[in-house]
């Protein structure tokens, strides 16, 4: 049988004999990439609105690091954490390695710049355009932020969905980190890796349909969201 | 129906312009101009493009440094509480990307006002009644214009500042805007706008300020200047010749 014939099969019948592990895997893949893109924004939004909106010395090359922080290969963002959380690690004493939360960590050093360098440049752009206008009706800066972040929240769901996609498509670092051990730290793409090592292609390529169909309705959400905001140019 | 009684405003006026000189970048765009704009009076600002009134206006309210110089209301130096009580209208409206309502409701809770029956009030006086709901930039160009200046409004201004309000605008906003302007200044606000249209000039202005290459040539009251003005610039000026 075709090998793709197979594999859309196996995922529907995956999903729709509610198979425990694939839920199991799939459950903790959204809450480790979930809980990583929340924490990634609760810094990155606030971090890049004070990069666009502040000058100061050294700001152009605080961006240029964060620009080229967006694209760090993923394992050496694991290395690196390994390193930091393994026994001999300076924070070894926390015994996070080959956990979740040690998932969570790698994630969120690898999509935090994306937030912060996109956030950066949308609300630069967004207080460009409205400079003159908030400086004539004196809008104290607190206001003027949540101005931003409000008005440009359709670009910023997309800055979000980016990190999202990141964090969830990710293995690399998750691999490395986590261990990839069953019931515990195993998720879509560690699992998809370890099938293809098995030689069983059918369920890797299957579960890379499953990965492939959450990002595809995550996008078609916010695409549906953000044609409705620029129809009212609020984009 | 409008009501005539004058507001209680902040005295901001008389408003000096001492020696001002203003630069962008390394082009020097005000070049030491001195002029007196009453209370309560309309003055017209015009001039040739470049001439510098759009900066003049601008650094009125506070938006651009100053060289040298000095700007006083009242005898007092710009500050947060007066630009507080000054309103600019921009020659293009920059309109946040929300709807008509939510434009207006920026502006009441920037200035802690409670707005809804005022917003209601203004948004029919600007003809924009029934457009709460409708998404501000996708507005024509006369209602964007009008929306700026319900904006405007809802301070309650004492020194309103308009610049090129009506450049490009259909009859009907322009006479509308006119209208508005006649009105605030009845209710006492002093009212400083720029223009190229010397048949509005004509129409609104008490006293004309005329601008050339960044120098006032000429601050006078509106008919003397139509009628004899000064300077052989301004002639040119009002006759529709081109000013080199």
Not at chain 1, 70 to 90: A, E, H
Not at chain 1, 146 to 173: K, M, P, Q
Request: hydrophobic share 45%; aromatic share 8%.
């Amino acid at each position: 049988m075709n090998i793709l014939q197979e594999a859309f099969e196996k995922s529907f019948e995956l999903v729709f004999t509610l198979n425990e592990d694939l839920f199991e895997i799939l459950l903790l893949s959204l809450k480790v990439s979930g809980i990583s893109l929340v924490l990634s924004c609760l810094i990155g939004l606030p971090l890049g609105t004070f990069l666009a909106i502040k000058s100061f010395w050294g700001k152009d090359e605080f961006l240029v690091l964060f620009n080229t922080m967006m694209g760090l290969p993923p394992v050496v963002v694991g290395l690196i954490v390994y390193l930091l959380v393994s026994r001999s690690g300076p924070f070894g004493w926390l015994g996070i390695l080959y956990t979740p939360t040690a998932m969570i960590i790698a994630q969120m050093i690898l999509i935090t710049p994306i937030i912060v360098s996109l956030t950066s440049q949308i609300i630069e752009e967004i207080s460009q355009e409205y400079k003159s206008l908030f400086a004539s009706l004196v809008v104290p800066s607190h206001k003027a932020i949540i101005a931003y972040l409000f008005d440009a929240r359709y670009s910023i769901l997309t800055v979000v969905l980016a990190g999202f996609g990141r964090a969830i498509s990710e293995v690399g670092a998750v691999i490395i980190v986590g261990g990839n051990i069953d019931h515990l730290t195993r998720v879509m793409t560690t699992t998809i890796a370890l099938e293809t090592s098995k030689g069983n292609l059918s369920l890797a390529l299957a579960l890379g349909i499953i990965l492939l169909s959450i990002a595809l309705t995550t996008n078609f959400i916010l695409i549906r969201l953000k044609i409705g905001a620029k129809r009212r140019m609020y984009v | 129906m409008y009501n005539s009684n004058k507001k209680n405003l902040i005295k901001l006026t008389p408003i000096e312009v001492i020696d001002l000189s203003v630069s962008l970048g390394k082009d020097l765009i005000l070049d030491k101009v001195s002029c007196s704009i009453k209370n309560n009076s309309i003055t017209l600002v015009i001039g040739p493009n470049g001439a510098g009134k759009s900066i003049f206006l601008q650094t009125i309210n506070g938006l651009t440094n100053i060289d040298n110089g000095k700007i006083t209301f009242n005898k007092i130096y710009n500050n947060d509480e007066i630009r507080n009580k000054q309103a600019m209208v921009f020659q293009t409206p920059t309109l946040l990307r929300r709807n008509v309502k939510s434009n207006m409701d920026f502006v009441c809770n920037v200035k802690n006002k409670n707005g809804k029956l005022i917003i209601k009030n203004i948004l029919k006086r600007v003809g924009l009644e029934g457009y709460d709901d409708k998404p501000a930039r996708l507005l024509s160009g006369g209602e964007k214009q009008r929306l700026s200046l319900a904006r405007a409004l809802l301070i309650e201004p004492s020194v309103l500042l308009l610049d090129e309000p009506t450049a490009n605008l259909d009859p009907f906003s322009l006479k509308l805007i006119e209208e508005i302007i006649l009105e605030e200044s009845k209710k006492g606000a002093t009212i400083i706008l720029t223009t190229h249209d010397m048949a509005q000039a004509k129409r609104l202005a008490s006293d004309i300020i005329f601008f050339n290459k960044g120098k006032i040539l000429e601050q006078t009251e509106a008919n003397a200047f139509f009628r004899n003005p000064l300077t052989k610039e301004a002639k040119k000026y009002i006759n529709g010749e081109i000013l080199l």
